[in-house]
């Protein structure tokens, strides 16, 4: 008797095809996080919320997937274990957020407004199948980030110095992200590469200056007006050289290394 392939097919392990697919997302909320534990001196507060950012970023690739956005066929197959992993996850963010706002000073309660309402508009654009646009991505990669705002404040940190991190790492991922879709475009059939190179690195420049210029106004120590260029050089470079799409592993290698590199000089500068 001939077995059906539905029951030849072995079950697919529990976390494959679950797992958050842009891999720059894990830099995008590691190293803030990473920066603000280290500053706040991670207080049970900043270790229970940083739970909480981290089943956000879990739960993410669940949801697409149960919204639609990675095929019917995917939907039928993985939907059961999306659900569970969703559900668990979900669950467990739910309560590390509970624990962390209970451990929190009232005076930080209303930053953790911050990556929830950002959260917020991601999950909409991603109902209206627009989170892979570059305003989504640049807003998922803030989203991510601002998580970074109550967690060092829950170490006494001010909110103006709170607010520099995530600006910081704000800046860093969206010009990261403009860069990479700049290579990408160029690179198409009939795409202007001049045209986009003049503009892309133009941008690019006039967002780091003006960070820069804000920084050193602002009186930011050395270090931290620092850590705004490691990304930044990097993304200026790419938007000139405009390198073959299939350098893009490569080319997230070497941004995650200056992203490092931003989260090294921003711990120590805010020590």
């Known amino acids: 008797m001939m077995s059906s392939p539905s029951a030849s097919t072995p079950p697919r392990p529990l976390l494959q095809g679950l797992l958050p697919r842009e891999h720059g997302a894990y830099f995008q909320l590691g190293l803030p996080l990473a920066t603000a534990l280290l500053v706040s001196g991670a207080p049970p507060a900043a270790r229970w919320l940083s739970g909480a950012a981290i089943a956000c970023l879990l739960a993410h ?14 939907g039928e197959r993985d939907g059961g274990r999306a659900r569970s992993w969703g559900v668990a996850v979900g669950l467990l963010g739910a309560l590390c957020f509970v624990l962390g706002t209970l451990s929190l000073p009232a005076g930080v309660w209303p930053f953790l407004a911050l990556p929830l309402i950002l959260g917020g ?8 199948h627009q989170e892979r646009t570059l305003a989504g991505e640049v807003l998922a990669a803030l989203a991510l980030a601002a998580w970074a705002v109550p967690i060092a404040m829950a170490g006494g940190l001010p909110a103006s110095t709170a607010m ?4 910081t790492y704000g800046l860093a991922f969206g010009l990261a992200t403009l860069a990479v879709r700049t290579v990408i475009a160029s690179h198409r059939p009939r795409a202007h590469r001049e045209r986009l190179r003049c503009s892309g690195a133009a941008l690019v420049a006039a967002f780091l200056l003006a960070a820069v210029a804000w ?3 602002a009186g930011l120590s050395p270090l931290c007006v620092a850590a705004l260029l490691p990304v930044g050089l990097v993304a200026l470079g790419l938007c000139v050289a405009l390198p073959s799409p299939r350098r893009l592993k490569s080319i997230g290698w070497t941004l ?16």
Do not use: F, K, M
């Not at 508009?121 to 209206?128: C, I, K, P, S």
């Open 256 to 271: 995650g290394a200056a992203g490092t590199l931003t989260s090294v000089l921003l711990g120590v500068g805010l020590s």
């Open 215 to 217: 920084a050193l106004q």
């Open 121 to 128: 508009e991601v999950l909409l654009l991603a109902w209206n």
């Open 61 to 74: 690739e669940p949801l697409l997937l149960l919204l639609g956005h990675r095929g019917a066929r995917r």
């Open 164 to 167: 520099t991190l995530w600006g």
